[in-house]
């Protein structure tokens, strides 16, 4: 994906996302806070809001945790970022 191309990792993502065989809970989790992370770019605060409710909802091991602690407090900036708005 490209940071010059927010749209087309829009699209990308979205498609990666409505796959029949959903990728392992960490993985699902990263695309879906990568695609609030896009919708908050291209000005899309609804998208955002449901990609950040879908990965809070999923299923993750403390591993999972772990190894997306990063991921986990981009997706707090963002809730917080969309709560200001």
């Known amino acids: 994906m490209s ?3 927010p749209e087309q990792g829009a699209r990308i993502l979205d498609h990666a996302l409505t796959k029949e065989t959903p990728a392992c809970p960490a993985e699902h989790y990263r ?3 990568l ?3 896009l919708a908050v770019q291209l000005d899309d605060p609804a998208t955002a809001r449901a990609r950040l409710t879908e990965a809070a909802e999923l299923p993750l091991h403390d591993s999972d945790r772990e190894a997306l602690a990063d991921d986990i407090r981009r997706a707090s ?3 917080s970022e ?3 708005e």
């Open 35 to 37: 695609r609030a992370d």
């Open 31 to 33: 695309a879906l806070i």
């Open 82 to 84: 969309l709560l200001v």
């Open 77 to 79: 900036d963002l809730a």
């Open 3 to 5: 940071k010059e191309n």
